[in-house]
């Protein structure tokens, strides 16, 4: 028996654990429901998800590669892409090469997609607000840091 079948035999099946006991199912059915409460903001703003999670990550790290704006956003670099191409054509966000390396392409928010963002902020925080309600600020903290863990746990980049 190998390693993977020896662990694999002590681990319950999902149906014996229960998918409301397994952490990948809550978190995406967590953030379904949080992409969900942004739709009809989106929507009005004329945006979808992958374009909304890359005004948020620009709002914070602005002037990145693509490539980590597609780590940062959780977005297939072809589907940030695309989303990019949109978001450029409304005046939100603008390609530039990179100083120091030409093949290399970094996006910067404009003025514009700062304001889109601001408007979809809010909506954003109700959101996360409605998720944590009922959780004290002590489980939240902890919480947090057991979510940072685990990503330090599986991530592939440095960031």
């Given amino acids: 028996m190998t390693k993977q079948e020896s662990v694999t035999a002590q681990v319950p099946r999902l149906g ?6 397994y ?9 379904g429901r949080y992409n969900a409460a942004l739709k009809e903001e989106m929507a ?8 909304m999670r890359a005004l948020a990550v620009l709002s914070v790290v602005n002037g990145i590669l693509i ?8 977005v297939q670099q072809s589907t940030l892409s695309r989303a990019l191409d949109a978001l ?11 100083e120091t390396d030409s093949r290399a392409v970094r996006v910067f928010l404009t003025d ?12 954003m925080a109700e959101a996360n607000e409605a998720m944590l ?7 939240q903290r902890a919480f947090t840091q057991t979510l940072q863990t685990m990503l ?8």
């Fill in 16 to 21: 014996e654990m229960g998918m409301e006991n």
């Fill in 23 to 31: 952490p990948p199912y809550l978190m995406n059915r967590i953030m």
């Fill in 44 to 51: 009005a703003l004329g945006l979808t998800t992958p374009q």
């Fill in 67 to 74: 490539g980590q704006l597609a780590v940062y956003a959780v």
């Fill in 88 to 98: 450029v054509r409304d005046g939100l966000v603008r390609r530039e090469a990179d």
């Fill in 112 to 123: 514009a997609g700062r304001e889109a963002y601001d408007r979809l902020w809010p909506h």
């Fill in 133 to 139: 309600r009922g959780i004290s600020e002590v489980e």
């Fill in 152 to 159: 330090r746990n599986i991530r592939k980049h440095d960031f």
